[in-house]
């Protein structure tokens, strides 16, 4: 499937009325471009150049919680389709438990993850909440401390290569690489300006640690240079073997 067909595949299933996507249909399509016949020779195309270079490394980084983030075809506000490269467990922080501005959806290409959700609850674990704002798309993190809540979990499901799920904007929810790991990830038109970030306290309720927002909150966003970004296409698709 060449460029011009994903994008318009994506406009088409996505829809263009004034709700957002169901989290079933970005779930459908999404795992449908994951598709190693239709995924394979998408990245090929793109490491050889068919890709808005500058947007595409602009908006692809090294994430706090040590997985790569690419951006494969940029289509903002509508949708953003990346690649998420997970190293494993080996190494990485706890993912804080977190919503999103938007309908999601994701497909395990390679690998396995661990999708844990929650719901607030009286007798929960305790957490410390956090809004969440960024300065414009691809723009730093910016975290407020708002007050402190109880968590408690509510389903544990592991996905692995062919699976996939979409959620609303407001799931609470985190996602544990428990291998080396490769997703295909669908952002769709954002509904808020804000997430919630529950950073779980194991004792007193001041001791913060760990995940995306640390003791000296979240590090700056560095953008791939288009070289490594290019290079990170290619290793990509060798070693899915296509």
Not at 225 to 230: H, M, N, T
């Amino acid at each position: 499937m060449r460029v011009e067909e994903v994008r318009r595949l994506l406009d088409d299933r996505l829809g263009g009325g004034a709700g957002p996507p169901s989290p079933e249909s970005a779930r459908a399509v999404v795992a449908e471009l994951a598709r190693p016949e239709v995924l394979g020779p998408l990245v090929r195309r793109l490491s050889a150049g068919a890709v808005d270079l500058p947007e595409c490394t602009r908006l692809s980084y090294r994430h706090v919680l040590g997985f790569d983030k690419l951006l494969l075809l940029p289509g903002a506000p509508r949708f953003m389709l990346r690649v998420h490269v997970w190293p494993g467990p080996v190494g990485a922080e706890p993912e804080d438990i977190h919503n999103h501005r938007c309908v999601i959806a994701s497909a395990v290409v390679r690998g396995r993850v661990r999708m844990e959700r929650y719901e607030p609850a009286v007798e929960g674990v305790p957490a410390v909440v956090y809004r969440e704002t960024i300065d414009g798309p691809g723009g730093a993190w910016r975290l407020r401390r708002v007050g402190e809540a109880r968590l408690r979990l509510v389903r544990a499901e592991r996905y692995g290569a062919g699976r996939s799920y979409g959620l609303d904007a407001r799931t609470l929810h985190r996602v544990v690489s428990e291998e080396p790991t490769v997703t295909l990830f669908l952002e769709t038109a954002p509904q808020r300006s804000v997430t919630d970030v529950y950073v779980r306290v194991p004792g007193r309720a001041g001791g913060v640690s760990g995940g995306r927002v640390g003791r000296a909150g979240p590090p700056p966003k560095t953008p791939l240079a288009p070289a490594v970004y290019l290079a990170e296409l290619d290793a990509l698709a060798r070693s899915l073997g296509w």
